[in-house]
């Protein structure tokens, strides 16, 4: 049975006193799904505008974690109080790929750590500040293979790409998988409105 308490609340209660109620009143989602589909592992694409060919290869990708710590408030009278109030944290971005036969798609991502960072000479590319990070976003499927949502990753720049192993002892000729993790200063996501 859908909720329409929250529709009710907001047309009766005045805007300053809404939002002054507690986050029990503020959600908006009905009891009941819209779909009954489930979001599966496989329906995704990543597309990194600096790396254009990890589009096609990735393999690999997540919507990082978000963490947020609690403020403990002191009380001489009882025990502490715990409260939110302070700054949240994202994990890294990760991301698999194959290596192509070429090895461009680890090389872009490669020569891109070297272009940002100090060499052995002590050298560095003397890049602009904007020239050092990229967008990259992460589009969720549907079960139609429509995108729903959008996570855009903002100033992207990577921190580390896995070595590429050859073993000539293997019978089977298995793609190489590479992995590459990327910090970023914040993501922001996107609702896509998906016709029937």
Not at 151 to 157: F, G, L, P, S
Request: hydrophobic share 35%.
């Amino acid at each position: 049975m859908p909720n329409n308490s929250q529709q009710i609340i907001k047309d009766v209660v005045p805007d300053d006193i809404l939002k002054e109620l507690p986050g029990d009143f503020l959600f908006e989602n009905p009891y009941q799904p819209v779909s009954h589909n489930q979001l599966t592992t496989n329906k995704f694409r990543f597309i990194m505008t600096r790396c254009p060919t990890i589009t096609y290869f990735c393999q690999r990708a997540n919507i990082p974690s978000l963490s947020f710590g609690t403020t403990v408030q002191s009380n001489p009278t009882g025990i502490p109080m715990r409260r939110p109030g302070t700054s949240y944290v994202y994990e890294d971005l990760q991301i698999g790929f194959v290596v192509d036969e070429n090895m461009k798609n680890w090389l872009e991502i490669h020569n891109w750590i070297k272009d940002i960072g100090y060499s052995y000479t002590g050298y560095s590319e003397a890049l602009k500040e904007k020239q050092k990070t990229a967008s990259a976003y992460l589009l969720v499927l549907n079960s139609n293979y429509r995108p729903i949502l959008a996570v855009k990753y903002k100033n992207v720049y990577p921190t580390f790409v896995s070595s590429v192993d050859f073993d000539s002892s293997q019978v089977d000729t298995d793609p190489i998988i590479a992995t590459a993790t990327f910090s970023y200063t914040h993501y922001e996501i996107e609702n896509f409105t998906v016709n029937p």
